[in-house]
């Protein structure tokens, strides 16, 4: 018994001995992992790219000056021309008749729901944090393009990733101005007749963006971006 009591000392001082040995070779063997790099673009802070190009999102100061743009910039005065050309053509409203006073009234009424419209967009996205600019896709193909242009009309990036969601604003908005216009200035105060205005509103909205998907992007004259 005593014989064993003399052992532990010594048993004890070969474990410390093989355990700090084992130590000092896991620390030779096993160097440190590199610390992962973070790949940046040149012209961003971060690595969030978005249809080609690095995605930040907007300060109040940005959406301010994008909502005056859209709202009554050249964008605006493209689509509403747009709109009353069609509603000259179509004799909508036909007590409006179809002599220039008669498409003057057109034009004003399309810049006043363009107004409205952008008035009402820009207090949603504001009040729901929603980034509602137009991003072109750049280097994309034709079928990519054309979905861009489609999705922007029910579809919003809320974070810092650029990531879409579906959002009620375009739709809400879109409707709005043809709705207060028929049921304030039209000769007739039909809401149908709003209703029916508002298809143009859509389809103006997405024709611009396919315009400048396919017109003003162009050139750039980006690399293709694989599908």
């Known amino acids: 018994m005593d014989h064993h009591r003399a052992l532990c000392p010594s048993r004890l ?3 410390s001995l093989v355990l700090c040995g084992f130590r000092a070779f896991g620390q030779q063997s096993l160097p440190e992992a590199p610390a992962p790099a973070l790949v940046q673009h040149p012209s961003s802070q971060s690595a969030v790219i978005i249809n080609g190009r690095p995605y930040k999102h907007p300060t109040h100061k940005e959406q301010l000056r994008d909502y005056l743009r859209d709202s009554y910039g050249l964008p605006a005065f493209g689509r509403s021309t747009v709109r009353a050309v069609f509603a000259q053509g179509t004799q909508k409203p036909a007590q409006w008749g179809q002599d220039w006073p008669g498409f003057g009234q057109r ?9 409205i419209n952008g008035n009402v967009r820009y207090g949603m996205e504001t009040v729901l944090r ?4 137009y ?4 280097g994309c193909s034709a079928r990519r393009k054309v979905e861009n ?10 974070d810092s990733d650029g990531r879409r969601f579906f959002t009620v604003t375009p739709v809400i908005s879109d409707f709005a101005g043809p709705l207060i216009a028929s049921g304030s200035w039209y000769p007739r105060r039909d809401p149908v007749e709003g209703l029916v205005a508002s298809r143009t509103v859509f389809a103006t909205r997405i024709g611009a963006h396919l315009f400048t998907e396919f017109i003003l992007e162009r050139r750039h004259k980006d690399p293709e971006i694989a599908d």
């Open 135 to 138: 991003i072109a896709c750049h």
């Open 149 to 158: 242009a489609l999705l922007a009309e029910v579809t919003a990036r809320h």
């Open 13 to 15: 001082v070969c474990l």
């Open 130 to 133: 929603e980034d509602m600019r």
């Open 107 to 115: 034009f004003g009424s399309s810049v006043a729901i363009t107004a």
